[in-house]
């Protein structure tokens, strides 16, 4: 990643999975005993919105598992995209990665085979469930990567090199149905307890904005290391 | 924006496809002159419960032919057809002579030498990739590792990659029904920013029971096969392929030559399964792809549509066409009839049909239409007639999750 990395940052990263949630300003938090145990084993049924923040939604409770990691990160960010005026929502640029994609959900719909649950037979789904809860209108993409390439993050400094999109924010989340992806996947980029979701917002350098210094990690380890306890980094743009 | 960035542009070398109509990208090359349709009864969906048992398979003697030749992948229907496309889109490259004009492309002019693998790339687009594994999986079915392996997109991209000595960076793009086209845009970034010399950009997808049993659920298919933009149009028939194209550097082929010149893509922020019913977001998709380009919509000179034939979808497209070209819509078609709707495919093989359209100087029909819709523009392709100029066309992709794509590709000169 050379060239004209430097005019842009990275703003805010957040990240959740079965030891806790939290962003770069918060660091990671543990889950709170209610409810931690089950989250510890995995079972992200007991995951709901209201775990994390204060208000309900019922259109949450009728996604699978692979887009509430999704959604509940980019919730993480705390970027104020609630005050976004409309033509800036039009250039932000959503892209996602995944690793495990969505075959616990394709395993659900073969038991199951519902109109509700087909939409959610695509990794790319979660994409189109940011987009509508925050009108994000830009440029879209959804990588599943390749061991030993690129992925989202990379992407998406290209649509900002490119004038593409005015900011963008990456995703990464892993849903992973041990007995199937196990052996198939690689262990770095993938917790103890089988999921995560992690969110990066990135843009361009603008005075007094948040501002993390630039890394080329993989997207999961790039936003597990600023969400880390202890290790805020981040600071005013100077 | 760097002017580095500017000055390389990605063209079409050469192609391959497998599909209903069958192995070999003249399939397509007879399509857009003859109008077939190779939508027909798939004996292997009967009795099943489907909407609709019409679709556009690929026929049980290029199945034959394909596990014949590898019967290390016999399991292994995605890699088969993908492998099968890439194998055409890749022959004219290595067997070419040094002053093969006759190659179909281009490829092998002057200028042009085939690069190590280290500067070869790899694009896929697949929304299920090896679906049919999981399938045998939850049947407590046999199931080789392979087959297992694949099941994981990225894999099969990886597979795919090693197959073809590919050791230059790989990608797997499944972004919906607009994968096809996102896949092209990221294989000409790989062109444009010097990562690639050439890059095979390759889509797939399987006529599966998951799928149809998905799609079914939904209610929208066609029991009697789609009818891109008719009157009496009702859904959408489902197919399977595979459509491989070579990118290379634009300046390396002889013209004339296909060249992607501009992309776009969006979201409709509106709606997981249906598209936005004013057609505002594949318009700012194809806004996005002629500023790219530096193009005025009124110099384009077809589009190659989505066109699937769900009532919402073309009602969508018509609007967007006439929000971006206002009264004057260039003439459009849409190839579902052929070959139905391939998902991951869907973009390479569509935008192969662009490239024998641009060789052949012929505008496309739309098989399957009888009565056209009268609220969509009335510019639509009932039949394939030769073009006065065909040099810009515009593909277009819209896809669950509210996503748009847009690719404007040019004939002519380097």
Known sequence: MGGRVNEFVIHAASFIDAEGFGNDRTGRRPWPAAGAEALQRGDLEAL????????????????????????????????GFETMEPARRDTVGVCVETRSGCT??????????????????????????????????????????????????????????????????????????????????????LPSGGWQGCAVLLGPRTSGSRE??????????????????????????? | MDPALTTRRAAIATGGAVSALG?????????????????????????????????????????????????????????????????????PLWNRRADDRAT????????????PASRRGLVLSTTKAEITALEREFRQQPCSPIAQRQLFPALLAADLAAAHGITGPVQCVSTAC???????????LLIEEDQADLVFVVGVDLLSDFVLSGFSTLKSLEPGGCRPFDADRKGLSLGEGAGALVLVRSETLAPP??????????????????????????????????????????????????????????????????????????????????????????????????????????????????????????SLLRAPRPAASLRRLLKLNAGFGGTNAALLLEWGGA
């Open chain 2, 257 to 378: 030559a296909l060249t992607v010149t501009g992309w776009g893509s969006s979201n409709d922020a509106n709606h997981l399964t249906g598209p936005s019913r004013d057609g505002s977001g594949l318009a700012l998709a194809i806004l996005r792809a002629l500023q790219k380009a530096g193009t005025p919509p009124e110099a384009v000179d077809f589009v190659h549509t989505h066109g699937t034939g769900t009532p919402y979808n073309d009602a969508m497209e018509g609007m967007a066409l006439r929000w971006v070209f206002g009264a004057r819509v260039p003439p459009y078609c849409s190839s579902k009839g052929w070959f139905g709707h391939t998902l991951g495919a869907a973009g390479l093989l569509e935008t192969l049909v662009c490239l024998v359209a641009a060789r052949q100087q012929i505008l496309p029909g739309t098989a399957g239409l009888r009565t056209p819709d009268p609220s969509v523009p009335d």
């Open chain 2, 104 to 115: 179909p492309s281009g490829a092998g002019q002057a200028g042009w030498s085939a690069p």
């Open chain 1, 104 to 189: 616990a959900t394709d395993l659900r719909f073969l038991q199951m085979p519902l109109a509700s649950g087909f939409a959610y037979t695509l990794p790319s789904t979660v994409l189109g469930e940011i987009c509508i809860r925050y009108r994000f209108r830009g440029p879209v993409l959804c990588l599943l990567p390749v061991p030993g390439q690129g992925g989202a993050l990379e992407a998406a400094l290209g649509w900002l090199k490119r004038g593409e999109a005015g900011a963008c924010v990456c995703v990464a989340c892993d849903q992973l149905d041990k007995k199937i992806a196990a052996s198939a996947l690689s262990p770095d980029d």
């Open chain 2, 178 to 188: 607009i994968s096809g086209l996102l896949a092209i845009q990221q294989g000409a």
């Open chain 2, 23 to 91: 192995l070999g990208l003249e399939t397509l090359e007879a399509a857009v002159r003859d109008h077939p349709s190779g939508l027909r009864e798939c004996p292997r969906l009967a009795g099943k419960g489907f909407q609709s048992t019409v679709a556009g398979f690929v026929p049980e003697e290029i199945w034959h032919e394909l596990r014949q030749r590898d019967p290390a992948h016999a399991d292994t229907p995605a890699f088969l057809l993908a492998d099968a496309a890439l194998r055409e889109a890749s022959n």
């Open chain 1, 48 to 79: 709901r919105w209201s775990s994390l923040f204060n208000s309900e939604t019922a259109r949450f409770g009728r996604m699978d598992l692979l887009s509430r990691l999704g959604l509940m990160a980019v919730e993480l960010l705390d970027a």
């Open chain 1, 212 to 238: 993390l210094p630039w890394r080329s990690d993989a997207l999961p380890r790039l936003a597990r290391s600023f969400c880390s306890p202890g290790n805020p980094t981040a600071g005013p743009a100077g």
